[in-house]
């Protein structure tokens, strides 16, 4: 589907006009990311998350201690002759997406210790206002198999407006709500991409060797959009932002200009269910080591937004919303503040209070936090 936007050009007096165009909503422009992006409008996107070609640096083949080679990232696409020609191209791009990103619009950018600061510094200079740098702290990282130097355990996110005095989106309480009624820190643990959620190729290999969890995507696009925001990914490789965004039903555009990625893509976002409108709407127990939050485990699919809870009597029932709230009778809160408030009681342990219909019967919440410490997720 299209949307009509509005494009600037200039008349022959030199005196700035508008274009009607329509704009590619759900597509993937198979493209350069800076001819693609020329081709949008002024001011037409509500974000913009981008995880640009990380310039490695890689000296060679890098081997396990048992002799197998590690699946690096040496792919050509990330690969410059100089830091002035990553410059150059890093600030190409960053114009473009300052041009086309609303006034009040989000700007995200993912990198590790090999190019974010280059990047930091070239977005700055392009006009955008950083509003938080955020840790994504990998709970199961890939070890320093050389051991010369610290196990790489993090990469870093930059958050940023588009000016120091936007309105940009911030959904503050959501992100409290997802982390168990706690202020959101800038330190976020996830575990990297593995498993059934890491995308294949034909025969069977990752199809891309940085794809991003889709549970990051999902904090951050809930943290800054609303459903119904276009978001756009200029980096789009096998579609995490799409199949995120389709999710949480937000409006997406994606660049890539390597086929195989393109189609892999296609394949994932056309695969993913969008949330249930009800469980859309999002709000305007501490534990101890390791704690993880009942958002953690919605944001990553384990009890998805639209699943039902009910007490272990079934006397109750309450529906998951996309920030890991629950609601019932119109009234949200976390886990535990709804199960202290149909037992009138001043506290209640919403991990054990609350349960999951399954096939097999009843399974108390809990169970499925400890799953998901089991397999690395804390």
């Known amino acids: 589907m299209r949307h009509e936007g509005r494009i600037s050009t ?14 590619p909503y759900d597509q993937i422009l198979m493209d350069d990311c800076i001819a693609a992006m020329q081709s949008l409008p002024d001011k037409c996107i509500d974000m913009i998350f ?7 640096q890689l000296g060679g083949d890098l081997f396990r201690p048992e002799g197998g080679l590690v699946d690096a990232v040496n792919d050509a696409w990330d690969k410059y002759e100089s830091f002035a020609a990553y410059d150059a191209f890093t600030k190409a791009w960053l114009k ?17 210790y090999h190019n974010i600061f280059r990047v930091g510094a070239a977005l700055q200079d392009e006009g955008f206002w950083i509003l938080n740098d955020i840790i ?14 610290f196990t790489n355990a993090h990469e870093t996110l930059i958050w940023a407006s588009k000016g120091e005095k936007s309105r940009y989106t911030f959904n503050y309480q959501a992100m409290k709500t997802l982390n168990d009624d706690v202020q959101m820190r800038s330190d976020w643990t996830l575990p990297i991409c593995s498993g059934g959620e890491r995308a ?5 290999h990752k199809a891309h060797p940085t794809q991003k969890p889709e549970a990051l995507l999902y904090r951050v696009m809930l943290a800054c959009t609303k459903p119904g925001d276009i978001v756009l990914d200029p980096f789009f490789g096998t579609g995490t932002t799409g199949a995120v965004a389709r999710r949480l039903r937000r409006r997406w555009i994606g660049i890539e200009r390597e086929a195989k990625y393109i189609k892999v893509a296609r394949q994932r976002i056309d695969s993913t269910l969008p949330l249930d409108e009800s469980a859309m709407t999002v709000m305007p127990s501490r534990q101890s080591a390791p704690r993880v939050a009942f958002g953690t485990l919605v944001e990553a699919g384990v009890i998805p937004a639209g699943a ?15 920030d890991g ?25 919403g991990w054990t209070f609350w349960h999951v219909e399954t096939p097999e019967g009843l399974t108390v919440v809990d169970q499925y936090r400890k799953d998901w410490i089991a397999k690395g997720g804390a």
């Open 10 to 23: 200039l008349d022959a007096k030199g005196s700035r006009i508008g274009a009607r165009v329509r704009l």
């Open 136 to 149: 994504w702290r990998k709970s199961n990282p890939m070890p320093n198999f050389k051991g010369t130097r």
């Open 325 to 349: 709230s629950l609601v019932m009778n119109g009234e949200a809160g976390s886990i535990h503040k709804i199960g202290a408030k149909v037992q009138n009681a001043p506290s209640c342990n």
């Open 308 to 322: 039902i809870l009910t007490d272990a009597k079934r006397r109750w029932k309450a529906e998951i919303h996309a």
């Open 50 to 56: 981008a995880d640009p070609p990380y310039n490695m």
């Open 200 to 204: 294949k190729d034909d025969d069977g």
């Open 96 to 112: 473009e997406a300052y041009r086309i990103l609303k006034d009040d619009g989000s700007f995200w950018v993912i990198g590790s």
